[in-house]
């Protein structure tokens, strides 16, 4: 087997990470764009000592849980790349990722994973969009040899793995419809503008990012235009057509950022027309979202996810709890009704701002958020909680905090996560002093590999 090989597999798993995974003589090959059940032609990209990386470039003969993807961009973009993989094998995959990384990582066994809670939709279910503009176009395989096909212009989301590769998206259907027609409307007015779009190679230009924001719950729109210069009369007349023509936007902002790395946060911001936020209502809540803000890319699953938490923690009015990571307070506010007092620790100031301003907005006031890093925080921490919600980054919680929490030793801790193997390994690393009783997996984001899954911990 050799890098550029072609050979036909036959596909018996999903890998974590969302490939195909075919064993022909033992020998591991993960395939994109195949799944568990499926006979493709494939070609290797990658050859290593242990393992090889393909693609799938013929499917032979299709898994009966392959189904055919609606959108154009299918197999090229990298929003979500398992539209081909029919929704209720994409939930049972993500709950045996979970499972397998409990027992595999972390020597966790015989513990109850529940079937995954589906999202309540599968299309139109993000709130946030980003979209790169760029000054080189990706093309379709369909649009290579057309001279009509502009390549020096962009309005999209990247290929797979690639800072540089753009398409020109001009559908997601990740985001509720109307997304779509801002997308073009900004779209025109950008190729229109006669101003550069940013060069992601050359760092020069204007045009940077696109964000699109929704409330789900009041319908508001928020547009937020990245650029890499100040020019407001530039955008101001951007802004006053999308406040005539589209009643639902409610907010139109400007971030500005002259820094080369590629994300879509200004270094100052600028409110060109309308409100500097947009509002937010979940499970009785009322939350302010601005442009830069965290917010649950899925409003309905969020308030699923946030429930699981709940229930896990299992509540009486009495408990001090402690919520590590705890961003904008979501979950310490979810907590506040059935708690005697919440205490967030959060490292982004911003964030910890937001909190505050949220209790504040809705008369929450047995909860208080403390800014630092949690290592700091919790050394000679002087509260003794019941309960300890957990909610870190992908990358999972720092080995110090985790030996800080075994010196806390909270009755219970609830574990909110996005990532199965760090999940895994934390659970592990906690099993000296905690049984982990159940885990339930949710599903934020159809169309993708990723999974949240919430894990109960009681005390030994």
């Given at each position: 087997?050799k890098?550029?090989?072609?050979l036909?597999?036959?596909?018996?798993?999903?890998?974590?990470g969302?490939?195909?995974?075919?064993?022909?003589?033992?020998?591991?090959?993960?395939?994109?764009?195949?799944?568990?059940?499926?006979?493709?032609?494939?070609?290797?990209?990658?050859?290593?000592?242990?393992?090889a990386e393909?693609?799938?470039?013929?499917?032979?003969?299709?898994s009966?849980?392959?189904?055919?993807p609606?959108?154009?961009?299918?197999?090229?973009?990298?929003?979500c790349?398992?539209?081909?993989?029919?929704?209720?094998?994409?939930?049972a995959?993500?709950?045996?990722?979970?499972?397998?990384?409990l027992s595999?990582?972390?020597?966790?066994?015989?513990?109850p994973?529940?079937?995954?809670?589906?999202?309540?939709?599968?299309?139109?279910?993000?709130?946030?969009?980003?979209?790169?503009?760029?000054?080189?176009?990706?093309?379709?395989?369909?649009?290579?040899?057309?001279?009509?096909v502009?390549?020096?212009?962009?309005?999209?989301?990247?290929?797979?793995?690639t800072?540089?590769?753009v398409?020109?998206?001009r559908?997601?259907?990740?985001?509720?419809e109307?997304?779509?027609?801002?997308?073009e409307a900004?779209?025109?007015f950008?190729?229109?503008?006669?101003?550069?779009?940013?060069?992601?190679?050359s760092?020069q230009?204007?045009?940077?990012?696109?964000?699109l924001?929704?409330?789900?719950s009041l319908?508001?729109?928020?547009?937020?235009?990245v650029t890499?210069?100040?020019?407001?009369?530039?955008?101001?007349?951007?802004?006053?057509?999308?406040r005539s023509?589209?009643p639902?936007?409610v907010?139109?902002?400007?971030?500005?950022?002259a820094?080369?790395?590629?994300?879509?946060?200004?270094?100052?911001?600028?409110?060109?027309?309308?409100?500097?936020?947009?509002?937010e209502?979940?499970?009785?809540?009322?939350?302010?979202v601005?442009?830069?803000s965290?917010?649950?890319?899925?409003?309905?699953?969020?308030?699923t996810?946030?429930?699981?938490?709940?229930?896990?923690?299992?509540l009486?009015?009495?408990?001090?709890v402690?919520d590590?990571?705890?961003?904008t307070?979501?979950?310490?506010?979810?907590?506040?009704?059935?708690?005697?007092?919440?205490?967030?620790?959060?490292m982004?100031?911003?964030?910890v701002?937001?909190?505050?301003r949220?209790?504040r907005?809705?008369?929450?006031?047995n909860?208080?958020?403390i800014q630092?890093d949690?290592?700091?925080?919790?050394t000679?921490?002087?509260?003794?909680?019941?309960v300890?919600i957990?909610d870190?980054?992908r990358?999972?919680?720092h080995?110090d905090?985790?030996?800080?929490?075994?010196v806390?030793l909270?009755?219970?801790?609830?574990?909110?996560?996005?990532?199965?193997?760090?999940?895994?390994?934390d659970?592990?690393?906690?099993?000296e002093?905690y049984?982990?009783m159940?885990?339930?997996?949710?599903d934020?984001?159809p169309?993708?590999?990723?999974?949240?899954?919430?894990?109960?911990?009681?005390?030994?």
């Open positions: 087997m890098k550029g090989q072609e036909t597999l036959e596909v018996t798993d999903i890998a974590f969302g490939r195909g995974l075919a064993k022909p003589d033992g020998f591991a090959v993960f395939v994109d764009g195949a799944l568990a059940g499926d006979t493709v032609r494939a070609r290797i990209f990658k050859k290593k000592k242990s393992y393909a693609r799938a470039v013929e499917i032979l003969a299709p009966p849980d392959r189904v055919q609606p959108c154009p961009y299918s197999g090229t973009c990298g929003g790349k398992w539209q081909f993989v029919d929704y209720p094998a994409q939930c995959f993500k709950r045996r990722h979970v499972a397998e990384a595999h990582i972390g020597q966790i066994h015989d513990v994973v529940a079937e995954t809670i589906p999202s309540e939709r599968i299309f139109g279910y993000r709130n946030k969009m980003e979209f790169t503009c760029s000054d080189r176009r990706w093309l379709l395989s369909e649009e290579l040899g057309k001279e009509s502009q390549r020096d212009f962009a309005v999209g989301l990247h290929v797979p793995g800072f540089d590769k398409l020109d998206t559908v997601c259907l990740l985001m509720p109307l997304g779509n027609r801002l997308l900004v779209r025109g950008i190729r229109n503008s006669g101003v550069p779009v940013y060069g992601l190679r760092h230009g204007y045009w940077r990012f696109v964000m924001r929704h409330s789900v319908d508001q729109w928020m547009v937020n235009i890499s210069e100040d020019r407001p009369e530039l955008l101001r007349p951007l802004a006053e057509d999308l023509r589209y639902a936007v907010s139109v902002v400007n971030n500005i950022t820094r080369k790395a590629g994300i879509a946060v200004g270094e100052r911001e600028r409110l060109l027309s309308g409100a500097p936020v947009i509002e209502r979940v499970g009785g809540l009322t939350f302010e601005s442009a830069n965290f917010f649950q890319t899925n409003t309905r699953g969020a308030e996810l946030y429930n699981v938490a709940a229930e896990f923690a299992g009486t009015g009495a408990e001090q402690l590590l990571y705890c961003g307070g979501t979950i310490a506010m979810w907590l506040s009704k059935a708690a005697a007092k919440v205490t967030g620790i959060e982004v100031e911003s964030a701002a937001d909190a505050e949220n209790c907005r809705n008369g929450i006031d909860c208080r958020f630092g949690i290592r700091d925080v919790l000679g921490f002087e509260q003794r909680p019941e300890v957990v870190p980054p990358v999972g919680m080995k905090v985790v030996e800080q929490l075994l806390l909270p009755k219970r801790i609830v574990y909110v996560s996005c990532n199965p193997a760090t999940l895994a390994r659970l592990g690393l906690l099993s002093a049984r982990t159940e885990v339930q997996p949710v934020l984001f169309h993708t590999f990723h999974v949240e899954a919430v894990a109960r911990l009681e005390r030994r």
